[in-house]
C-alpha cells in the first residue's frame, strides 16, 4: 500500500459516529467523561456516511500449515483452527441458547483435554480449546497444546482423537450435568459479587453490543436468559455443535518451535 492508502483509511474509518469509547473502573465519572471530551471531543462527524459492507473470508482449497521456528521461542505450541462460514443473525433466545450451548461444550472439551494432559504419558503438557467469532460471518473452532519435545505429531493424533471421540459418541449426561452445574455455580457467584468481578466481564457485553448489536443486559438478566436456556438443552444439542464445528472447509495449523520440529 501507499502513503495515501493509509491516509484514505483514516480519513474514512475514523469518524466519531462508528466509535464508542467504553470506561470500566473505580473512578470517578465525571473525571473520565471529561477526559473523553477533551481527546475525542474534537473529532468532527463528516457530512456523508460510510456503507459498512458485510466481509467475508475466503474458503481454503487445502487445510494451511505454517511452522516457525525461532531459537528464542521455549517451548513447542500447536494450534489449529477450523473455520466455519456463518449468516448473520439478531441476537434473541434462539441465539442465547446456541451461545449456551457452545459454552457448555468447550467446558466439557476443556476438561477431557485438561485430564489428557495430566497423565504423564501425554505428548503434550497443557491445552486450550473452544472457539472464537472473528467476524460476523465466520466462526472458529480451535485447540491449542504446549507440547513435549519430538512428540509434536503424537500430540497432533491425541487431540484429534479425542474431538473426533466426541463428534461419534457425543459427550456423557454426567459431563453434561456437571458443566450445567458449573456453569450456575459461576453465575450464582458472580451475582453475589458484581462489586469485584473482573472488568471484562463488563466490558465484553459492551463491545458484544457496539460491534454485533447483542443486547446489553445485566448479569441478573444474563442469568435468567441462561436459566431458561439450561432447561431446555440436550445431550442432542451439544453433539449437534460438535458436528457442525467438525464440518469444516477451512483448516489451518500453527506450530511454533525453537527449531523445527
Known amino acids: 500500500g501507499k502513503h495515501e492508502d493509509l491516509i484514505r ?26 477526559l473523553i471530551k477533551q481527546y475525542f471531543g474534537k473529532l468532527i462527524r463528516p457530512s456523508t456516511a460510510v456503507s459498512q459492507p458485510l466481509q467475508h473470508l475466503q474458503d481454503f482449497d487445502k487445510p494451511v500449515v505454517n511452522i516457525i521456528a525461532d531459537k528464542e521461542l521455549t517451548g513447542i505450541t500447536l494450534s489449529s483452527f477450523w473455520r466455519n462460514q456463518k449468516k448473520p443473525s439478531n ?37 486450550r480449546i473452544g472457539y472464537k467469532q472473528s467476524l460476523p460471518t465466520a466462526e472458529k473452532f480451535y485447540f491449542r497444546a504446549s507440547v513435549k519435545p519430538n512428540r509434536t505429531s503424537e500430540a ?8 473426533k471421540r466426541v463428534v461419534d459418541n457425543g459427550v456423557s449426561e454426567q459431563e453434561f450435568s456437571t458443566e450445567k452445574r458449573l456453569y450456575i455455580e459461576w453465575f450464582e457467584s458472580a451475582l453475589k459479587s458484581q462489586e469485584t468481578l473482573s472488568h471484562h466481564v463488563y466490558l465484553g457485553s459492551y463491545i458484544k453490543y457496539f460491534l454485533e448489536g447483542a443486547p446489553l443486559t445485566s448479569l441478573a438478566q444474563d442469568y435468567e436468559l441462561t436459566m431458561a436456556a439450561l432447561d431446555s438443552i440436550t445431550l442432542s444439542d451439544l453433539s449437534g455443535q460438535m458436528k457442525t464445528w467438525a464440518d469444516h472447509q477451512n483448516a489451518s495449523i500453527f506450530l511454533t518451535a525453537p527449531t523445527e520440529t
Open 9 to 34: 483509511f483514516y480519513n474514512t474509518w475514523y469518524r466519531p459516529d462508528l466509535m464508542s469509547i467504553v470506561a470500566v473502573g473505580d473512578f470517578k465519572s465525571t473525571n473520565v467523561e471529561k
Open 91 to 127: 441476537f434473541d433466545e434462539t441465539t442465547y441458547k446456541k451461545l449456551v450451548i457452545k459454552n457448555l461444550l468447550s467446558g466439557i472439551l476443556s476438561k477431557r483435554i485438561s485430564d489428557l494432559s495430566l497423565d504423564t504419558t501425554s505428548p503434550f503438557m497443557g491445552a
Open 156 to 163: 497432533f493424533e491425541a487431540l484429534l482423537t479425542e474431538i
